[in-house]
């Protein structure tokens, strides 16, 4: 069984406070990548990354970063965070080609107060 | 740019059929997936279409057309746990995953 687990469920913090969110696989995939979910607009793709210390800007990177030092471990980064990044965030590992798909973690719910 | 749409909300009846379409406009195409994503929970695969035609799995269907950029997810024997959001994704020419908004399916006995 595909394992990806996010380092919190539930998450509440304050504006301008730095937020780590981590996740971590045990698939061994190259591959990785943090999305957000907010109601009525599709998963964005925030950075993904294909290999260690290799990362590439999705659609919405703007106030955040992401850190892979090891091939197990994707962290996303708010430096300062803000009200409009309330939201549930989603890591995915997957294959970028072919039949395989992408696996989600549980997600975390992030709101900034 | 680029878009795919899906109805907000369905409902439909306990043993019955649905279809949930979905259309694309996409740079490329490289596939479609269908996810299910119970409330508060991540999103789960369900099925992939890179050929036009019907891929049937169990209770759940998925049908594709390239050429009119056309999918829908077909829905059979339905139950009380297909209670769901239904995501519809494309993957794009340079192989990322471009998301519908999802549809949020509502089951009644």
């Known amino acids: 069984d595909v394992k990806v687990t996010q380092s919190s469920r539930y998450l509440v913090k304050r504006t301008g406070e730095k937020v780590f969110l981590e996740c971590v696989q045990d698939m061994d995939h190259e591959n990785m990548f943090w999305y957000r979910q907010d109601p009525g607009l599709g998963l964005r793709l925030i950075y993904f990354?294909?290999?260690?210390?290799?990362?590439e800007k999705g659609d919405i990177p703007e106030g955040y970063s992401v850190s892979r030092e090891k091939k197990e471990r994707f962290s996303l980064i708010l430096e300062s965070a803000s009200t409009n990044q309330t939201s549930m965030y989603l890591c995915?590992?997957?294959?970028?080609?072919?039949?395989?798909?992408?696996?989600f973690g549980p997600g975390t719910r992030l709101t900034v107060l | 740019g680029q878009n795919i749409d899906q109805p907000t909300e369905m409902t439909a009846t306990e043993g019955a059929i649905v279809q949930i379409n979905c259309t694309y406009q996409?740079?490329?195409?490289?596939?479609l997936f269908w996810y299910q994503q119970h409330a508060g929970e991540a999103p789960t695969f369900l099925s992939y279409?890179?050929l036009d035609g019907l891929e049937e799995k169990g209770r759940f269907s998925s049908f594709l057309s390239r050429s009119k950029g056309y999918s829908y997810l077909l829905l059979k024997e339905l139950q009380m746990k297909d209670s769901a959001s239904y995501l519809c994704a494309v993957r794009d020419s340079n192989y990322q995953l471009i998301w519908g908004a999802g549809t949020k399916l509502i089951i009644k006995p």
């Open positions: 990354s294909y290999d260690v210390k290799m990362k």
């Open positions: 996409t740079s490329g195409f490289n596939g």
């Open positions: 279409n890179v």
């Open positions: 995915a590992i997957g294959r970028l080609a072919g039949t395989d798909t992408q696996y």
